[in-house]
């Protein structure tokens, strides 16, 4: 699904009605109508509904559901702010048709405005600014969000909490924007729902699909990308009856060392679990028993270090290596990885102390091959990019990372980031909370090793596997619960991850 700016959603509304043959007012109308549907659905009637509405479309937005939930006999009470006297065409002809429904309970704020009491079982409808915002909220817009954001109410947000810019907000003002319980997004959603620091304002969200033109979206330049369960379907190659293991590949993982063996064993277990043909794990002689009693399935390699990585294998009939899970940073294990990237001719996943050791020496980046996948999360990539104050920031360096390293970042978190050389964004819609656990990156390092001996390209196996490893997550949270689950069920629930996205049409 495509993430559109704000400046192409409007573009998209003006071209549906240039060329679908609807007329503004009508597409007002039906996002209007699911907009008062989502709200219904949630609310019943016992709950006063004070609508607050602004002076362009989404205050049209917002009193025209104000009449279809009037009509419907829930207690309505309705403010439209127009400061200015410059209301949209839309919004005049929803005050007139708001008027001839027979609503009295309007009240028109141009100057002075006396705020109603909200209490808890109130419902805000909060349509004050929607895509049109073009500058922070100041004045008394700023006053009438603080005033709302310190009630007790239940706030709606009728397409973007008013104040919250689609995409950046590194210069917004954060008590100046609405805070949503939920938010209900014409169309599309917008970019900076995406982001950590905006969830306490958009709360949850929900996409209403009102017809926008498939033609303006097909054709729209974007490169922002939410990943579907469909797309990742169809990525998945079918195997042959007369398949045999020499033909999903032989991977190198090069994992572990003392005290942190369990990471090998997580990222073997996980990659053994994706469909690979052959694992050989590269880990140092103190794991050596470890991997052979808990993952039967890999063969192991001896490191010459009994306690740490210290020399670089050979990579020779392997398909793609993966390293760094439980690797450590001793000084021999720098020079090995050092020596192991920059001789490296396979696709190559970098994770975890692998990325730590090269945030240490960032001189040495460009030794990383061109296409090598990095999987940081936010602490890694920040140890290398400096510190972001906002997530905006943090994607855009990111992203000039991929680029000057010609290399693909797996940026990982809620919505986990696949980032490709080029500038695409991939956001991940599975996985949960639940995951923020030791060991669940080593899994997701193992799945994407696991998928690229297989021949997945480095963008299919970024996008495959964070998608399936956020997928075996949510199983693994179904059957323990988010706070028991451990990185070893998600390891565990691999196999039900595939089977079911393999099921989905
Ligand atoms: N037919 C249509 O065009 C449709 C429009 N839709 C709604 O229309 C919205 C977009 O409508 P608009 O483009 O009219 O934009 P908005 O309703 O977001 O606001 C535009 C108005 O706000 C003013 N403004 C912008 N920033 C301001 C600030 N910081 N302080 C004070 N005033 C400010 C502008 O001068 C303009 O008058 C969408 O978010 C959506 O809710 C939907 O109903 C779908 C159909
Ligand atoms: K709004």
Not at 46 to 60: D, E, I, K, T, Y
Not at 446 to 475: K, N, P, W
């Amino acid at each position: 699904m495509k993430i559109l700016s704000c400046t192409q959603q409007k573009e998209a509304d003006a071209y549906t009605i240039a060329h679908e043959s609807i007329l503004s007012i009508n597409l007002m109308e039906k996002a209007a109508g699911l907009l008062a549907q989502a709200i219904s659905e949630r609310y019943d009637k016992s709950h006063r509904l004070v609508v607050f509405a602004g002076p362009g479309n989404n205050g049209g937005d917002a009193l025209a559901v104000a009449r279809i939930l009037f009509l419907k006999n829930y207690p309505v009470e309705v403010y439209l702010f127009n400061v200015k006297g410059t209301l949209s065409e839309e919004c005049l002809t929803n005050i007139q048709r708001l008027k001839e429904s027979g609503f009295a309970n309007y009240t028109e704020v141009s100057n002075q405005f006396d705020p109603p009491h909200l209490g808890s079982h109130d419902v805000v409808i909060d349509g004050l600014f929607g895509s049109g915002l073009q500058k922070p909220l100041s004045g008394g817009f700023a006053a009438v969000v603080q005033y709302i954001n310190a009630s007790p109410a239940q706030v709606v947000s009728i397409d973007i909490p008013s104040g919250l810019m689609g995409e950046d907000n590194t210069h917004n003002i954060r008590q100046n924007i609405i805070k949503a319980d939920l938010t209900l997004s014409i169309q599309m959603p917008k970019l900076s729902f995406l982001f950590a620091e905006n969830a306490d304002v958009v709360g949850e969200w929900q996409l209403l699909d009102i017809g926008i033109s498939r033609e303006f979206i097909e054709s729209a330049k974007t490169n922002y990308y939410i990943t579907e369960a469909s797309e990742m379907r169809a990525l998945i190659k079918p195997r042959k009856k007369f398949a045999h293991k020499g033909m999903f590949g032989h991977g190198l993982l090069i994992a572990g060392s003392y005290g942190m063996g369990g990471a090998a064993l997580l990222a073997s277990r996980a990659c053994l679990r994706s469909g690979i043909g052959l694992l050989t794990v590269h880990t140092p002689v103190c794991n050596h028993d470890l991997l052979q009693s808990n993952v039967p399935e890999a063969m192991v390699q001896d490191d010459v270090h009994d306690r740490c990585f210290a020399e670089a294998a050979d990579l020779d009939n392997f398909q793609a290596v993966a390293i760094g899970p439980g690797l450590g940073q001793e000084e021999i294990t720098v020079q090995a990885l050092f020596d192991q990237v920059s001789n490296c001719y396979i696709p190559l996943v970098l994770d975890a102390d692998a990325l730590n050791i090269f945030s240490s020496y960032r001189n040495y980046l460009t030794r990383i091959p061109r296409h090598s996948i990095l999987t940081p999360h936010i602490k890694e990539l920040e140890r290398i990019i400096g510190r972001c104050s906002n997530s905006y920031e943090r994607l855009s360096k990111a992203k000039e990372l991929a680029a000057h390293l010609q290399c693909y970042i797996v940026l990982k978190g809620a919505w986990t980031a696949v980032i490709t050389p080029d500038g695409v964004t991939y956001f991940n819609p599975t996985g949960n909370p639940g995951m923020a656990t030791a060991g669940s990156g080593d899994v997701l390092t193992g799945v994407i090793l696991s998928l690229l001996s297989q021949g997945y390209t480095h963008e299919e196996a970024c996008r495959l596997g964070v998608y399936v490893h956020g997928l075996a997550g949510d199983i693994a949270c179904q059957q323990k619960g988010v706070i028991g689950m451990t990185s070893g069920d998600i390891a565990d629930a691999l196999p039900a991850a595939w089977k079911q996205l393999m099921e989905t049409k």
